[in-house]
């Protein structure tokens, strides 16, 4: 294990942010997913219950659209990241429209507006939760289709990205953002993870054509909290995704919900977690492990970028 107090790097995805032709489809999506959605000058703030973290904005657009990234750094490491940029020549920019004056605005792959601010850690510092089904003991232990409660995530585990140059757009996370690489498959999908402790991706890049939101995927405690929330958004009106199947990079057990504009809100189990200062064994894996381990087919446009498509 290494020192992870004085290593440089962002500690959370502190939000994202999209744009979206209809509020109130979105407010539906995600509140039928489980979320705490509220409203915030014009727009939609997503919270999971129990928590005081924002952990994603949805602005009205013209389209689905990912507006900007804020990545959360600790505030000694503010006037750290100032000089590593100052040192390799790397250009802040502006804010975008409708954003916040304040932290360090860099321009990110595919033309992402990616911020730095200091803010509280809110990836987690410890493995998530596992809550496993008691053992048998002349009792039925499966919940009740009729009364089974309503799943609600727990926190935002990660987001995936996509990006017309992964490498390219690795190397920016790994050697600008201080983010370390977990596994990847070649040059088509790589998994980032915080040095200062995260699960085993905060941030994930996979190819495209340019970028875009892929999805963003949401900590539930169980196995059982993945096919309930399958359940919850097939009678919601949200039938179409992928899943139940488990990963085998990361390992979490899955359930993809597609959304109104093509993109997914994913339930995650298990995944793996690396601690803070801890080296990763990373790895180049064959791409037959970058997608599942078992599950059912991937849909025909499970990878499309429907961002692209919109513009």
């Not at 009364?147 to 996370?173: K, T």
């Not at 991706?201 to 096919?227: M, Y």
């Not at 793996?272 to 492990?289: K, L, Q, R, S, T």
Request: contains cysteine; aromatic residues 10%.
């Amino acid at each position: 294990m290494t020192d992870a107090v004085h290593i440089l790097a962002a500690h959370s995805v502190d939000e994202f942010v999209l744009s979206v032709p209809e509020l109130e489809s979105a407010r539906h999506f995600y509140t039928a997913f489980g979320l705490d959605v509220r409203n915030e000058d014009g727009a939609l703030g997503l919270y999971t219950f129990g928590h005081p973290h924002r952990w994603a904005r949805v602005l009205p657009g013209a389209s689905k659209r990912l507006v900007w990234l804020s990545l959360g750094i600790h505030a000694d490491d503010a006037p750290r990241f100032e000089s590593h940029f100052a040192a390799r020549g790397i250009a802040q920019v502006a804010p975008p429209e409708g954003a916040e004056v304040g932290g360090i605005w860099l321009a990110g792959p595919d033309g992402l507006p990616v911020q730095l601010r200091v803010a509280e850690k809110v990836s987690p510092s410890q493995p998530a939760p596992r809550e496993i089904a008691p053992e048998c003991r002349n009792a039925g232990r499966s919940p009740s289709r009729g009364q089974a409660p309503l799943v609600h995530p727990l926190y935002l585990s990660h987001i995936l990205l996509f990006s017309a140059d992964v490498d390219a757009a690795r190397e920016f996370y790994e050697d600008v953002i201080g983010l370390r690489l977990s596994d990847k498959s070649g040059s088509v999908i790589a998994f980032l993870h915080s040095p200062h402790g995260s699960d085993h991706h905060l941030i994930a890049l996979a190819k495209s054509a340019g970028g875009g939101l892929h999805h963003s995927s949401w900590c539930v405690p169980s196995i059982d909290a993945v096919g309930l929330g399958m359940e919850q958004m097939t009678s919601a009106g949200y039938p179409l995704g992928w899943g139940v199947g488990r990963h085998v990079l990361g390992s979490n057990y899955f359930r993809y919900v597609r959304d109104p504009w093509g993109s997914y809100a994913e339930y995650s189990y298990d995944i793996d977690f690396v601690e803070a200062g801890n080296v990763w064994p990373a790895a180049d894996h064959p791409g037959e492990d970058s997608l599942y381990a078992w599950g059912p087919s991937v849909p025909e446009d499970f990878i499309v970028n429907h961002e692209l498509q919109a513009i």
